[in-house]
């Protein structure tokens, strides 16, 4: 979408050496998987996957996106021409998204102490992640990625990192950064840069999951202020998702940590969880889950497997919604909330229908931020991506809530709906017509169809 600038972290379809070298070690990787399997060699997903890795020495690269093959391109390219946009830019700040890769580069940012199922593992080793990261954003929405693996979990050392090198990129991706260290991370950040910053763990999980809610509502015909929601897990996913939930009109909603509800009597609270006691459980509740879900219409799950049995399921309301997210083995598998009552269910997986995946909502949303220069991604911006996603399931139906990750549409409607919504808002430096955001969002899924992942 963007082609400023000659670098972008990215697998492209030119013919470059570097490139067909890359896509030559992959094939013969390909190969390899192949002969092993007509051999009789049978690969476990862990070794294919370690594999899938090596073969190409990791998952991203650099490649130019302009000539430099003849003395011309060279002087064009580095020394003496570049110095023609430094001088433009030094005069006009604001130019550097006319002659730099900034406008569609994110930083990929993680200390690594909250990867995956994996927990802290570092810094080193979130690496891969933050490359499948990148390829996600440049696969399914044009962006160029980069990860920045900081070796400091200290809040400080982390801000300031990022802020030193924010004159790079033109918005932040937060990854795997544990709670309540991430909170503090985030907060700090969008007051210092002038460019989106963005904790998907915390606010992707919330748009996507609030989409299959919307939708999970229409199947059974309830409404936001109405109903009664449990939700389980308190890291950043569940703190998120639950003040997420009253900008859509929920109004008694219950969170639950591993020792139990939420209240303002509880003194084993951090900072966080004090703050979001203060916001949320205004019938008061206390001891456990259990209790949380009596009488409960939702369930919203972000915290460990099986902790849910079908006896607590029953005790929901009629017509319950039961969204099981937890990764890699939900809450309560789908067939025991099924057998339980549960009118609505989703899980994170991928093998069961309704999956929650928060693919279908951080390349959309970056599309649309980037491409207005949103100076933030704010609570509308995040609002319009979940109704955007919604929007796209027609007719929805008890196992058909959500679009699937792979579904074209999604990064194109979510894209024009954040453009939209951060011009209203006033976040949008750039006020263009968020149909066109839209339109050239399409046009770029169409040309990466097929590429990649």
């Known amino acids: 979408m963007n082609s400023r600038g000659i670098l972008s972290a990215e697998i492209v379809r030119s013919a470059t050496p570097a490139y067909l070298t890359v896509r030559l070690t992959h094939a013969l990787y390909l190969l390899l998987l192949s002969l092993a399997g007509h051999s009789g060699v049978v690969m476990s997903l862990r070794d294919e996957a370690l594999e899938f890795h090596r073969a190409s020495g990791g998952k991203i690269a650099i490649h130019s996106k302009v000539p430099c093959a003849t ?3 060279l002087s064009l390219a580095y020394t003496p021409g570049v110095a023609e946009p430094c ?3 030094e005069k006009r700040p604001d130019d550097v998204y006319q002659y730099t890769a900034k406008g569609n580069l994110v930083a990929v940012v993680t200390d690594g ?3 995956l199922g994996l927990g802290d593992i570092g810094p080193l080793a979130s690496i891969p992640v933050m490359e499948g990261k990148a390829i996600l954003f440049k696969n399914f929405a044009g962006i160029d990625a980069f990860p920045i693996a900081v070796s400091s979990k200290d809040p400080s050392v982390i801000v300031d990192t990022v802020a030193a090198i924010e004159p790079v990129f033109g918005g932040v991706n937060l990854e795997d950064i544990s709670a309540p260290r991430c909170f503090e991370v985030e907060e700090r950040l969008k007051k210092k840069l002038n460019i989106p910053v963005f904790h998907d763990d915390q606010h992707g999980t919330a748009v996507v999951a609030l989409a299959a809610l919307i939708n999970a509502l229409k199947v059974v015909g309830k409404s936001f202020p109405e ?3 449990a939700v389980s897990g308190a890291g950043a996913a569940g703190i998120a998702v639950t003040r997420f939930l009253y900008s859509f009109g929920a109004k008694d909603v219950i969170l639950c940590d591993s020792r139990g509800v939420i209240h303002q009597g509880r003194t084993d609270l951090n ?8 916001e949320t459980n205004p019938r008061q509740v206390v001891n456990g889950l259990a209790d949380a879900m009596k009488g409960a219409d939702v369930f919203l799950g972000l915290s460990v497997a099986g902790i849910v049995s079908q006896e607590m399921v029953e005790s929901m309301a009629d017509d319950a919604i039961v969204f099981a997210m937890a990764n890699p083995d939900p809450e309560i598998m789908p067939h025991l909330a099924l057998q339980a009552g549960a009118r609505v269910v989703a899980t994170g997986r991928s093998d069961f229908p309704n999956q929650v995946n928060n693919v279908l909502g951080f390349p959309g949303i970056f599309r649309g ?3 207005v ?5 704010n609570e509308p911006m995040k609002v319009a991506a979940s109704r955007a996603i919604a929007a796209l399931v027609d007719p929805v139906s008890e196992e058909s809530i959500i679009p699937s990750p792979l579904d074209r549409r999604v990064v194109p409607a979510v894209a024009e709906a954040v453009a939209r919504a ?3 808002s006033g976040t949008a430096r750039l006020r263009l017509d968020p149909a066109e955001v839209g339109r050239r969002a399409e046009a770029m899924v169409r040309a990466l169809s097929g590429e990649g992942c």
């Open 87 to 89: 001088r433009e830019i």
């Open 373 to 377: 220069r949103a100076k933030d991604i």
């Open 271 to 278: 900072a966080a969880k004090e703050k979001i006691a203060r």
């Open 113 to 115: 102490t909250a990867v």
């Open 71 to 73: 003395v011309k391109d």
């Open 422 to 424: 951060a011009i209203e």
């Open 227 to 229: 109903i009664r929601v």
């Open 369 to 371: 931020a980037l491409d």
